[in-house]
């Protein structure tokens, strides 16, 4: 992708490898400043704690930001045994300790148990909103906070390691939206019959991002030097690569442009991506031959 040059609109994707000690919010606004783009926001927080991959996306490509919110994602973590944390990780504050070291093959054994659909209580300090404030806030301020059980998808979980010694194990996961891998961490500890806390997070991948496409913040903070970020810009429409695309002529590109409607008859039914020759038009909705826009590109 070519430079960005004065007064040129950034549109794009952009993989970050997030450091340990930064939240994504910070991130977010190393970007900004890095490409200049007016608007900037990520596919999905990782904790300051945690490692991986942060997709970020940049003007345009926040309009496909829902596709990559919701998309499946793996993570390799690792279970520290015998102590839990009110945090469930490393940030928090020692709860209980003195729990067993659960055997390897125990560990094993318990894992199927949270395949498929699980119920899973989110951490005391998460996002989730109670009574319009935020979970972790209320958690800091001392507030006892009771989340609602809900159910999430575990696609894969397996146990890449184990160190007896440490009392540790690192897991694989491939997860749906809205898992936490900290309850994940702490609900196979409590199956052990133990405690548990999460003492390593990585993020490998998110929906179509994984770490071959991912850049560092060194890297990134090297390259703005010769105003070269930019070139690390993927296509906004990465993150639609599941939904079908389907062709229009320019008249009909304008149509849509103009808020109208579409006839197309053959097209596939449901959510479809409207391309312009190789440029995206927008994101739509077909419902028996009639393709209403939902949201479109200013390309």
């Known amino acids: 992708m070519a430079r960005k040059r004065k007064g040129e609109k950034v549109d794009g994707w952009m993989v970050v490898d997030k450091p340990l000690g930064l939240s994504s919010a910070q991130v977010v606004g190393r970007i900004k400043y890095l490409t200049k783009a007016q608007k900037v926001g990520h596919g999905g927080t990782l904790d300051p704690l945690a490692s991986g991959i942060l997709p970020i996306g940049l003007g345009e490509a926040t309009k496909t930001m829902p596709y990559?919110?919701?998309?499946s994602k793996d993570?390799?973590?690792t279970i520290r045994f015998g102590s839990s944390t009110d945090s469930d990780d490393l940030e928090g504050a020692t709860v209980k300790s003195g729990g067993r070291i659960p055997l390897q093959s125990e560990i094993e054994a318990a894992l199927p148990?949270?395949?498929?659909t699980i119920e899973q209580v989110p951490p005391a300090y998460s996002a989730i909103k109670v009574d319009g404030q935020r979970a972790y806030k209320l958690a800091?301020?001392?507030?006892t906070v009771e989340l609602k059980a809900r159910p999430v998808e575990i696609h894969r979980l397996r146990l890449d390691a184990f160190d007896a010694d440490a009392g540790e194990a690192t897991l694989f996961v491939t997860c749906g939206k809205g898992t936490y891998v900290r309850s994940l961490a702490r609900d196979i500890a409590l199956a052990l019959d133990t405690l548990g806390h999460v003492s390593m997070l990585r993020r490998l991948r998110v929906g179509p991002f994984?770490?071959?496409?991912?850049?560092?913040?060194?890297?990134?903070d090297?390259?703005?030097?010769?105003?070269?970020?930019?070139d690390y810009l993927g296509p906004i429409t990465?993150?639609?690569?599941?939904?079908?695309?389907?062709?229009?002529?320019?008249?009909?590109?304008?149509?849509?442009?103009?808020?109208?409607?579409?006839?197309?008859p053959t097209a596939k039914q449901g959510t479809i991506v409207l391309m312009c020759g190789d440029v995206p038009l927008a994101i739509a909705e077909n419902t028996d031959?009639?393709?209403k826009s939902l949201r479109v590109f200013n390309m």
Request: hydrophobic share 40%; net charge negative.
């Open 222 to 230: 090297e390259l703005s030097h010769s105003a070269r970020a930019v």
């Open 238 to 264: 990465t993150a639609l690569d599941d939904i079908p695309a389907v062709a229009v002529t320019e008249p009909e590109a304008d149509r849509i442009r103009c808020g109208q409607t579409l006839h197309l």
């Open 113 to 116: 148990q949270f395949t498929g």
């Open 75 to 77: 993570y390799a973590f």
């Open 289 to 291: 031959g009639t393709v």
């Open 210 to 220: 994984g770490l071959e496409r991912a850049i560092s913040l060194e890297k990134l």
């Open 68 to 71: 990559i919110v919701d998309a």
């Open 140 to 143: 800091r301020d001392g507030e």
